[in-house]
């Protein structure tokens, strides 16, 4: 499933990309800006890094500070990782939450310039908070079994 | 809830190895459900800080230097800045300093010059018998140059958080990073004699050794040039300049013939993870500004600021000690997006620019990235350099004398910093 997340990642990073750059062609080749690239370039980096989250989650790559648990003894070590675990999987469902919130008064809304509903715009964002929440479960899981340490 | 709590609660959760971005997270949800506020202000937020234009050059510009390091320009560019100042004692050392300058120049982030650039550095530096903690010293202080010259994505988010222009800002941070690569040269020059560095090459380069580094690497040095002059023009803004950069890599790789369709993927993988492990951080760090705003924390700490003095020189010296301190224990991108909403106003009230306090802020934060105890630098050369973490801190200590010298140059003159975008801009 990670893989999955990161391939639909790549697919947005290469159409971020390619949606600057064509911009950038037809605003000094052709003298005619596109503002609809300019916004489903700014829905690639949105999309992009709510997908790659969840993965991020599951391999552990979050930037922390481990000064403190570095020092500490195996055993305490898998606990702190199984609660910092447990609690992101809390902040992913506050997240659904807030998102549930604005798509029960506000799923209908389209931005400015590719008349994108809400509900279709917060889909990555959704899928990604979604999954951040299943793998820091299973991830605490794992680490509480004792299979694995995940950072 | 009051500010401080939010705060507090924050530090004690970063303590405890959650990720950064949650730690911020917790306490902004727990405030706003005690505080009975909808919860949509937190993913509005989040979603709000990523969905700007400036933002889009964070990913482009970490893939364009992906692109750079997996097809062999960033060798190229190495054996440039060896023919540029190989020949002087400690020559090698000099060329960590000039090659990390150079690609900086497209880069833009600290980490990416340790991660690139670094292992081709201490490569070459191992095989002249330089010392390992030496070898690894210079090239960990020598990547702080990395966000300080244009690209840079501190600056980027800095220009976010401040509402500053972040053209000027990239603009601005050439000058000081050339300052800051001579402070460097300068103290290397003196550790060659001490130490008696050997000469980065020992005999002069014949003519056709020259013309041989100069035609494989002219292309690869177009980079920099493109991206400042299609910035310094104005036909370019720093999120285009991106683009154009790894668009100039993909051609460069193509005619190069050393990026495989395996290493661009695995270079977009690389680059999605950096991204998003940043801006998840942007994110929440937005969402937690807009909590200490709420609760007028900015304007506690400025009223108690200004209390203090309102002179800019002593509220400058109050800011350095808080930056550096906060670089000691926070990562920059965070650091940048609580800090800049507090610190700001105060230094803007007594005539700092805010152009000029963008590039201190985040030459402070970056002199962080090699102190104890979270120097990320140092902690991703430590096992480059297969040697403890501990021991790479005591030998990048030395540099921290440049560094300082050039933090108080830029602090207290800001004509280097605001020279040339007040040229361009008027």
Redesign the interface.
């Known amino acids: 499933m990670a893989g999955l997340y990161e391939l639909l990642g790549i697919i947005f990073l290469l159409m971020l990309f390619l949606s600057v750059l064509i911009q950038i062609i037809m605003r000094n080749i052709f003298n005619s800006g596109s503002i609809q690239l300019e916004e489903l370039a700014r829905f690639s980096l949105v999309s992009l890094v709510f997908l790659m989250i969840p993965v991020l989650t599951w391999r552990g790559q979050h930037i922390i500070v481990d000064i403190v648990i570095l020092y500490l003894p195996e055993r305490l070590k898998r606990w702190f990782s199984a609660i910092s675990q447990l609690l992101v999987m809390v902040f992913g469902l506050y997240v659904l939450n807030a998102i549930v919130t604005i798509m029960e008064f506000n799923w209908n809304v389209r931005t400015p310039a590719l008349a994108m509903p809400n509900v279709v715009f917060y889909i990555p964002i959704t899928l990604g908070v979604l999954a951040m929440c299943i793998f820091s479960l299973a991830g605490a899981i794992i680490t509480l079994r004792g299979r694995e340490v995940v950072q | 809830m009051s500010g401080s709590m939010v705060v507090l609660m924050f530090l004690v959760?970063?303590?405890?190895?959650?990720?950064?971005?949650?730690s911020m997270?917790?306490p902004s949800?727990l405030y706003l459900i005690v505080a009975n506020i909808?919860?949509?202000?937190?993913?509005?937020r989040?979603?709000t800080s990523?969905?700007?234009?400036p933002?889009?050059a964070v990913?482009?510009f970490i893939?364009a230097a992906g692109l750079m390091n997996s097809s062999g320009i960033t060798e190229r560019l190495f054996e440039f800045a060896k023919l540029l100042v190989g020949r002087l004692k400690g020559g090698l050392a000099q060329v960590n300093i000039v090659a990390s300058l150079i690609f900086s120049g497209i880069s833009g982030a600290a980490l990416a010059d340790v991660g690139g650039l670094g292992n081709i550095e201490l490569e070459a530096m191992e095989k002249q018998k330089y010392p390992k903690t030496h070898a690894a010293a210079i090239t960990a202080a020598s990547a702080v140059i990395g966000p300080i010259f244009p690209p840079s994505i501190p600056l980027i988010i800095y220009g976010a958080a401040a509402e500053t222009s972040s053209m000027q800002l990239l603009i601005a941070g050439i000058l000081p990073a050339l300052i800051i690569a001579i402070a460097l040269m300068v103290q290397v020059a003196f550790f060659a004699r001490r130490y008696n560095y050997p000469k980065g090459v020992e005999s002069k380069y014949s003519r056709t050794e020259v013309l041989t580094i100069i035609k494989r690497g002219l292309p690869s040095m177009f980079m920099p040039l493109i991206m400042m002059g299609g910035m310094l023009s104005g036909?370019?803004s720093p999120?285009?300049v991106?683009?154009?950069a790894?668009?100039y890599s993909l051609v460069l790789s193509a005619i190069y013939k050393e990026l495989s369709f395996a290493s661009f993927?695995k270079t977009?993988?690389e680059?999605?993870?950096s991204?998003?492990?940043?801006?998840?951080?942007v994110?929440s760090a937005a969402i937690f500004a807009w909590v200490l705003t709420v609760e007028q924390l900015p304007q506690q700490v400025s009223a108690l600021m200004l209390g203090i003095s309102d002179n800019p020189v002593v509220l400058l010296i109050l800011a350095n000690v808080i930056l550096l301190i906060a670089g000691m224990?926070?990562?920059s991108t965070a650091a940048i997006m609580i800090l800049t909403p507090i610190l700001l106003p105060p230094l803007m009230a007594s005539g700092v620019n805010p152009v000029h306090f963008g590039l201190v802020m985040v030459f402070n934060l970056m002199i962080g990235m090699i102190t104890p105890?979270?120097g990320m630098s140092v902690y991703m050369l430590s096992p480059i350099v297969k040697l403890p973490v501990g021991k790479v801190f005591k030998a990048v200590m030395p540099y921290l004398f440049s560094l300082l010298v050039a933090l108080v140059i830029l602090t207290y003159v800001p004509q280097i910093s605001l020279w040339l975008p007040s040229l361009l801009f008027n």
Do not use: D, R, Y
Not at chain 2, 13 to 21: E, Q, R, S
Not at chain 2, 38 to 44: D, E, G, K, N, V
Not at chain 2, 50 to 53: D, I, K, Q, R, T
């Open positions: 959760l970063l303590t405890t190895g959650l990720p950064i971005a949650v997270g917790i949800a909808p919860p949509s202000q937190l993913i509005q989040m979603v990523l969905n700007s234009f933002m889009l990913p482009l893939l036909l370019f999120t285009e991106a683009a154009i790894v668009a993927i977009c993988k680059t999605l993870q991204t998003a492990s940043v801006l998840f951080i994110a224990f926070l990562e105890p979270v």
